[in-house]
Nanobody, 121 residues
Framework: QVQLVESGGGLVQPGGSLRLSCAAS????????MGWYRQAPGKDRELVAN???????NYADSLKGRFTISRDNAKNTVYLQMNSLKPEDTAVYYC???????????????WGQGTQVTVSS
């Protein structure tokens, strides 16, 4: 079993910053890629950013420069630093991890429950 627990969401004014955290726990060999997705009201879930086990990052083009993804492998935790937040960033943010469960499994996706980020004055 793998559990992903997000934290750090909340209400912030436009131009403000938030730092999201997602910690993985459970029984697994290792974690491959980790990432953040978001879903705004009335819209599909979209990729925000992801990061490989070696630290290679990928961002949605529209967010590159404002958001930074990082991870601490020793803590099985991925972070999302969000700066210069805009009302359009309002969404539920979901943590994702591709997890190596055992020697026969190359990787399985797990999702956190989501954390609400609201950008409003």
């Amino acid at each position: 079993q793998v559990q992903l627990v997000e934290s750090g969401g909340g209400l912030v004014q436009p131009g403000g910053s938030l730092r999201l955290s997602c910690a993985a726990s459970g029984s697994f060999l290792s974690i491959n890629a980790m990432g953040w997705y978001r879903q705004a009201p009335g819209k599909d879930r979209e990729l925000v950013a992801n990061i490989t086990s070696r630290g290679m990052t990928n961002y949605a083009d529209s967010l590159k420069g404002r958001f930074t993804i990082s991870r601490d492998n020793a803590k099985n935790t991925v972070y999302l630093q969000m700066n210069s937040l805009k009302p359009e960033d309002t969404a539920v943010y979901y943590c994702n991890a591709n997890v190596r469960l055992n020697g026969w499994n190359s990787g399985s996706d797990y999702w956190g429950q989501g954390t609400q980020v609201t950008v409003s004055s």
